[in-house]
Nanobody
Framework: VQLQASGGGLVQAGGSLRLSCAAS????????VGWFRQAPGKEREFVATIRWSGINTDYADSVKGRATLSRDKGRNTVSLQMNSLKPEDTAVYYC?????????????????????WGQGTQVTVSS
């Protein structure tokens, strides 16, 4: 599986960006996509996650209420809409994927849980 993250850029505080994660190659029926970010000098942290159904999502407290995940099954794409951006949102954003099964309702928040990673897209929020 190859993941391609895109949509990053430079935006003023209060602005919005829509990040996309496109999957190609091998596909899975049941999977979880996670978004993580890494700011300069900091560890990579969890941002948001969505299950294969496109219905179940979870968000880090730092972005809850400002971020919305969606899935376009036909395009094998997961998007992360980020609104009301803050300078502290500045980071490289990565998407990642892990396989799961139909019955599992569990969410995954650790980097080590995810098998496949995209290359990252830079988000810079100016004050």
């Amino acid at each position: 599986v190859q993941l391609q993250a895109s949509g990053g850029g430079l935006v003023q505080a209060g602005g919005s960006l829509r990040l996309s994660c496109a999957a190609s190659g091998r596909t899975f029926s049941y999977y979880i996509v996670g978004w993580f970010r890494q700011a300069p000098g900091k560890e990579r942290e969890f941002v948001a996650t969505i299950r294969w159904s496109g219905i179940n999502t979870d968000y880090a407290d730092s972005v809850k209420g400002r971020a919305t995940l969606s899935r376009d099954k036909g395009r094998n794409t997961v998007s992360l809409q980020m609104n009301s951006l803050k300078p502290e949102d500045t980071a490289v954003y990565y998407c990642a994927l892990k396989t799961t099964d139909y019955y599992s309702g569990r969410y995954y928040y650790r980097e080590s849980d995810y098998m496949y990673w995209g290359q990252g897209t830079q988000v810079t929020v100016s004050s």
